[in-house]
DNA sequence: TGCTATACATCATAATACGATGTATCATTG
DNA sequence: CAATGATACATCGTATTATGATGTATAGCA
């Protein structure tokens, strides 16, 4: 068997990357704890960024030239904005459209609520 | 922080165990392969469990007690039927609602389609 | 004869979300 | 005043797991 999901790999690992993506394309520039705020209050709480993925991960999209950073220095914090670069716009658009269709995947699997269990 | 996602480490990651003991929830039993297809089928050919993950998977629910198997032959080949044991039921219930959720999940936040792009 | 489908299996690897840990400031509250 | 929680960043080791590669074997078809 050659070939593979029409979901890459990383997808069906991992889903921090398209949030990343998905939230920058709609709020133009964002900072590591708003993106964790953002999530919970978009989830209702249920899904919530950690730490220890959210800063190692804009940091690699950084690197990888998907995101450019400004730092701000606000009530003596620092707060360091993300936003999407050309590159990054370029791979947001997949990648949103990519998840949205896994998502509706999903639905074909588990759409239906109550499982027939005798 | 001390606390958790409402959805579990394990689900982040992974489906395959959800997407295995919803099938077999709504089958009664099933064998390796035809799970294969079946998934391929329900997903429009947009979902292809591999081999290389089906049957480890396969394997580490049987040891773990939530499937029993029955080999029978067929047509000179080997079929290994599996099905979900009273305890696989007990987890078949809460996994198949939360990726259920999780999907809803997923919704809020790539539900719209169109990425605000400028 | 070779290819595809059926049908199982194992193993090493790569990817990544997380927990734990650390630094630092500010606001609140007992 | 001291303690707590929120704000805000960071790093690192670990555990998890889907996959590719590889292997065995039968059946059917061109």
């Known amino acids: 068997m050659y070939h ?30 708003e993106i964790v705020q953002k999530v919970k209050e978009k989830t209702e ?5 950690k730490e220890g993925s959210l800063y190692p991960t804009l940091h690699a999209l950084t690197t990888e030239g998907y995101l450019t950073t400004e730092s701000v220095i ?10 999407l670069t050309n590159k990054g716009k370029g791979l947001a658009i997949p990648a949103i459209q990519e998840l949205f269709d896994f ?7 588990f759409g239906n609520k109550n499982p027939a269990i005798s």
């Open 4 to 33: 593979c999901s029409m979901y890459s790999r990383e997808l069906l690992k991992g889903i921090l990357k398209p949030i990343i993506l998905k939230l920058l394309s709609e709020e133009e520039k964002m900072y590591g704890y």
């Open 45 to 49: 709480g249920k899904l919530l960024i």
């Open 74 to 83: 606000v009530d003596s914090r620092t707060r360091k904005y993300y936003s």
């Open 103 to 109: 998502q509706a995947t999903l639905k074909l699997i």
